[in-house]
């Protein structure tokens, strides 16, 4: 699975203005395309950054959809006041919980990997460090992204609300200095979101326990 990912640093006076655009606008569109399994929005209103992350079954539909996205990431730069960024990424570990309710916040760290060492990276967050992950208090879900050709990687943990988020931080801060010395990863930036947006196909996503995914199909995707 893939998925891009678009920054704007946004006008704080038009935050709510550019998460309404997205959320009833963009969302109801590409959540409507062929191979499109999700859409979320996250925010952080003290420096204003938007990051909103559209997640595809696979590479061709993520590449199909960009003549339809152009106009409108535009039109959201616009709304926000900023000038959108773009990256893609491949997803390579994907685990959630039941779904995410109002107040939910995500920390991010962006990191930088050596190439050579990238797939045994790779292995080592989903044998170790997201099994650790699962343990923080208040945890909704992970992810990790990466991009094979510039050795970048961004881990993403969603938190019930502001105090899970906060209590975690120690043991989070902990989880990414063991994989800093184990694996030779460089952190280059660690951030808090707000989580406004999040709509995603929870019966492909989740556990079979809850009525979809049959035979871990997903995870099997992800390896």
């Not at 998925?3 to 606008?25: H, S």
């Not at 409507?32 to 595809?56: E, K, N, P, V």
């Not at 063991?178 to 492909?204: C, K, R, W, Y």
Request: glycine share 8%; charged share 25%.
């Amino acid at each position: 699975m893939f998925a891009r990912t678009t920054t704007v640093k946004a006008d704080p006076g038009r935050i709510d203005a550019g998460i309404n655009y997205v959320r009833d606008e963009v969302m109801p569109t590409l959540t409507g395309l062929t191979g499109c399994i999700g859409l979320s929005s996250m925010i952080d209103r003290d420096s204003g950054r938007c990051i909103t992350t559209t997640a595809w079954h696979d590479q061709s539909s993520m590449r199909d959809s960009d003549e339809l996205v152009r106009p409108l990431r535009d039109r959201a730069g616009e709304v926000f006041g900023g000038t959108p960024q773009v990256d893609l990424w491949e997803i390579v570990a994907f685990h959630r919980m039941d779904g995410v309710s109002a107040g939910a916040c995500v920390r991010a760290a962006w990191v930088r990997v050596d190439i050579d060492r990238m797939q045994q990276t790779i292995d080592v967050y989903r044998a170790t460090i997201l099994p650790a992950t699962e343990e923080l208090p208040g945890f909704r879900s992970a992810s990790l992204f990466v991009d094979r050709e510039s050795g970048r990687a961004v881990t993403s943990v969603t938190y019930t609300d502001r105090d899970a988020l906060d209590a975690s931080r120690e043991m989070a801060m902990s989880l990414r200095r063991s994989a800093v010395q184990e694996n030779d990863v460089e952190v280059l930036e660690v951030a808090e979101f707000d989580l406004v947006l999040a709509h995603t196909m929870q019966g492909f996503y989740g556990s079979p326990r809850h009525g979809g995914n049959r035979d871990y199909v997903s995870w099997q995707m992800l390896g």
